[in-house]
């Protein structure tokens, strides 16, 4: 909390200092900019592109172009990321027409290798380029064609051009991915710079003898175009216009090529909400798994295994036994943390290790050899025999294949049907029993793989929330439902102390969400009395007085479709929220878990929050938005009622948000069109969000899924419209007995749900509308086609 203050402090303290020199017209000979403490920098006319040094360090300069009016000032173009600038370096348009970075004593850093003489100005331009001019306007050298990792709208790369990733997300030392579109037109994804290697693409557009230029054009997308100049092949789908967002494509240090998006405007709502979003599919949509090279590491760095997260980024991970190589950079690979085993004959140490079980895991192409062992207790005894086998991966249907160290291209996946069994000694202290260590190591693998997956954060966070409130009702308020409680007379207000003691020094975290951490507590004397506690994150910037407004409106809905919030503290820096507790976890693992939960009981969860979300918006005295309904903030009780949680958060912290974890958003998710389009936001932003929640109820899977089979499946949304269009919504519910013995709701359903999905906010039904259709009491009329998704494929 203290460094996003400080953080604001600094921003208010530094803004109106720095100099930056509006260019306006053109740098003439002899202009030139010093890396020091004066943030000196060349402004393009419009001021949304800067050319300058930015601080990397102690010390430690880097000349970069960046969007100049964004918060995060996200760099687009760097010069010399491999050999950082000193302070008091200089890069200068010199009189004899160069442009030179030299470090204070003269010594040359960087200059760009122009094919031709006679520059006579240079210019920071708006749409990111940076020029070298001549007399007569030839832009001899532009930094358009010498990209960096980024590529910016009216940017065009010919056949050659080369991009290359950054070393880590802060360091703009060159990474070993990079593409690049060849003399031959296919645009290339490697993961080595070694040119021998050059048949092994990770990702590639197979546009051999037709490819000849890659442009991201000025309404925002990146595709391939023939010789001849017609369109061959997109590479992304953006339909986000760029007069109202900043745009860029960047391959990011893990491989990844991804669009962004950036609301222009500092007023919007959605600037404020949403920072850099991701739009289009990622490009491969898993590295985990595209990266098939017989040499080199794979995605991840060596003895690590790579998974892709829910935020459909990979996490580079060590297996049981090994730790990072460097703590500070996950994609550096591995190193055993224990001796490897003796290979000496007459000391086998057979005994001293243990292998651990990992499901659906693989190093592949690895193999120094394959027993045909049958059983996994034969492949077990292979490998544990063998003081070569690091790991042993048992195949489906018999296989054994042994792989040695260092184990390269890990990847786990559900596509992955083999089971690793990699080999870890035994605490020498410990060394009694082999066989148990087993199970219960498997289980701290697998915890930890969780642990550090979002999902699972998310399935926490909504997995605890329970509340009795004993002191402030009467001595029987402990045996009534928190439904019966009026809240009208005011919330309960709790001291700091109070609910550090309720917690036990917030000793066990429930999970972490947007706004802040959740912690399990007991209020009272009585071992069950539980509540969650929400310590929110960042202090918004509004007074005391706002707070409490804020916090006792939420408090004031009452409805048993609602989380119930009992009290708050407001002491000092500190703010929490406390909750009644929820049984039966979130919505999001009740529907995406191992057992599918009946249709009918997805139908009451559906007119459950229909309902609460009915109230919100048009029975309670204050209007409330909730902007965010998804699975994961949906929550059910130990009667499996279903009820919205986390409702005025939204409000009251969004302007506080920062902007980096918002990108997971962007993509398919929730957030209705108009998030996109700098439109006002009312509560169809709700009916939207409801309505993908209602197609993953109807069929029970997440509305993206790309891994599923057929292309025309993996946006649930679009195969929903297409089996209704076609008149087969039976195929969404087809293993499901129950949901086909009862089409007729199904349809009703459906068509409910594709209203509420509408590109247009006005045609989307109010949720009163809605809860109507659903329990039949109205006509669904014939939705149209939602054409935001038509045209997003
Ligand atoms: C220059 O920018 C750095 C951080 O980017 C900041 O710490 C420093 O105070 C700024 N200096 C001036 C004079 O604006
Ligand atoms: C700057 O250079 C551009 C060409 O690069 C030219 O069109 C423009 O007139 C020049 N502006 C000034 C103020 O010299
Ligand atoms: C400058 O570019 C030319 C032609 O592209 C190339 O042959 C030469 O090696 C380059 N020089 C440097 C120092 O990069
Ligand atoms: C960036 O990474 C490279 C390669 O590991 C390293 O040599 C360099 O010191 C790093 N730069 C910074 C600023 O940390
Ligand atoms: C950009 O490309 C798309 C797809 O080819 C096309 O529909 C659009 O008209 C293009 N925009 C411009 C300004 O050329
Ligand atoms: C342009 O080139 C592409 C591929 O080389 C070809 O398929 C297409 O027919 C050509 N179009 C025209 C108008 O020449
Ligand atoms: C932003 O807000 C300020 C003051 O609230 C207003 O003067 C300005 O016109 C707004 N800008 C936009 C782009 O809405
Ligand atoms: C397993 O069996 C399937 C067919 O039964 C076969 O296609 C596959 O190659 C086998 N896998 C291995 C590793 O032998
Ligand atoms: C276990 O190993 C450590 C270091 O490998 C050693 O210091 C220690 O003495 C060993 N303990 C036993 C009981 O052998």
Redesign the pocket.
């Known amino acids: 909390m203290a460094s996003v203050m400080l953080r604001i402090l600094l921003l208010l303290v530094t803004l109106p200092l720095s100099a930056k020199a509006q260019t306006n017209g053109n740098l003439t000979l002899g202009s030139s900019l010093t890396a020091d403490e004066q943030n000196s920098s060349w402004l393009s006319p419009s001021g949304e592109f800067t050319f300058g040094f930015r601080k990397m360090g102690q010390g430690a300069h880097l000349l970069a172009i960046w969007f100049e009016k964004i918060e995060d000032k996200t760099i687009v173009w760097s010069a010399n990321g491999d050999n950082l600038a000193p302070e008091g370096s200089k890069i200068q348009l010199s009189t004899d027409s160069r442009l030179v970075l030299a470090d204070p004593n003269g010594r040359e850093l960087w200059s760009p290798n122009l094919t031709a003489a006679g520059v006579a100005h240079a210019a920071m331009l708006d749409t990111g380029n940076f020029v070298l001019v001549s007399q007569n306007y030839v832009h001899l050298w532009e930094t358009f064609s010498q990209p960096t990792d980024t590529m910016l709208p009216t940017q065009q790369f010919d056949q050659g051009t080369k991009v290359n990733a950054r070393y880590s997300k802060m360091n703009y030392s060159t990474g070993r991915f990079h593409f690049k579109l060849e003399n031959d037109g296919n645009l290339a994804f490697y993961a080595t710079s070694d040119p021998w290697l050059a048949s092994d693409t990770y990702w590639a557009s197979n546009t051999k003898d037709s490819g000849f230029r890659l442009i991201f054009n000025q309404t925002g997308q990146v595709y391939l175009t023939a010789r001849n100049g017609t369109l061959l092949k997109p590479v992304t789908s953006n339909t986000v216009p760029t007069n109202e967002f900043y745009q860029r494509a960047i391959l990011e240090y893990d491989g990844v090529f991804r669009q962004y998006v950036h609301p222009k ?4 709502s959605s600037a404020l909400a949403l920072g850099w979003s991701m739009v289009s599919s990622p490009i491969p949509p898993n590295i985990c798994e595209s990266i098939r090279q017989t040499t080199g590491s794979g995605a991840c760095g060596f003895n690590s295994y790579c998974a892709l997260g829910d935020d459909q980024r990979p996490q580079c991970h060590c297996p049981p036994g090994y730790t990072p190589l460097d703590s500070t950079n996950e994609m550096n690979g591995c190193r055993q943390d224990f001796l490897p085993q003796s290979c000496d004959g007459s000391r086998p140490e057979t005994d001293q290790f243990a292998l651990h079980e990992m499901l659906r895991t693989n190093w592949p192409l690895n193999d120094y050899e394959r027993t045909a062992a049958q059983t996994e207790d034969r492949c077990r005894e292979a490998c544990s025999a063998d003081c070569f086998c690091a790991v042993a991966i048992f195949g489906g249907n018999g296989s054994c294949y042994k792989k040695k160290i260092p184990l390269s291209n890990g990847r786990t996946d559900p596509s992955e049907v083999g089971k690793a069994l990699i080999k870890v000694r035994i605490k020498n202290s410990t060394s009694k029993s082999t066989g148990d260590g087993n199970k219960n190591s498997t289980l701290i693998i697998i915890g930890s793989v969780l642990l550090s997956s979002f999902v699972f954060v998310n399935l926490l966070l909504l997995l605890i929330t329970y509340l009795i409130y004993r002191s402030f009702r009467s001595k029987d308020s402990k045996l009534s439902r928190p439904v019966q409680i009026n809240q009208a007379t005011g919330m309960q207000t709790f001291t700091y102390q109070e609910l550090q003691k309720a917690t036990d020094e917030f000793k066990e975290e429930l999970g972490r969400g947007a706004f802040g951490i959740v912690y399990k507590g007991v209020l009272g004397s009585e071992d069950t009395n539980f509540v969650a506690v929400k310590v929110l994150a960042t202090r918004t910037g509004e007074s005391e007085k706002e707070f409490e407004r804020e916090v006792s409106a939420i408090g004031r809905t009452d409805h048993k479709n609602l989380v119930q919030l009992l009290g708050y503290c407001n002491e000092g820096q500190h703010r929490l929220l406390v909750y009644e507790f929820m049984s039966n976890g979130t919505l999001a693992d009740f529907l995406f878990g191992a057992s599918r939960p009946s249709w009918y009981r997805r139908t009451e969860i559906a007119c459950d929050v229909a309902r609460g979300l009915s109230y919100l918006h048009q029975d309670c005295t204050r209007h409330i938005i909730h902007c965010d309904i998804k699975p994961q903030n949906i929550l059910l009780d130990g009667s499996l009622t279903a009820k919205i949680s986390d409702l005025g958060l939204a409000k009251l912290l969004m302007a506080n948000q920062t902007r980096t974890n918002t990108g997971v958003r962007g993509t398919r998710g929730y957030l209705a069109p108009e998030w996109f389009r700098n439109m006002p936001i009312s509560s169809k932003v709700d009916v939207y969000s409801f309505g993908i929640l209602l197609v993953e109820l109807i069929c029970c899977r997440k509305n993206y899924k790309p891994e599923a089979e057929i292309e025309a499946q993996i946006v649930l949304v679009d195969w929903t419209y297409d089996c209704y269009h076609d008149g087969s919504v039976l195929k969404l519910v087809e293993s499901d007995e129950e949901a086909s013995s009862d089409i007729k709701r199904v349809r009703r359903f459906v068509m409910t749900a594709l209203w509420c999905i509408q590109e247009d906010p006005t045609l989307r039904p109010t949720m009163k509308e809605i809860t109507q259709m659903l329990e039949g009491a109205v006509e669904v009329p014939v939705p149209p086609a939602p054409s935001s998704f038509m045209s997003s494929i």
């Open positions: 405007g500092e007023n919007s």
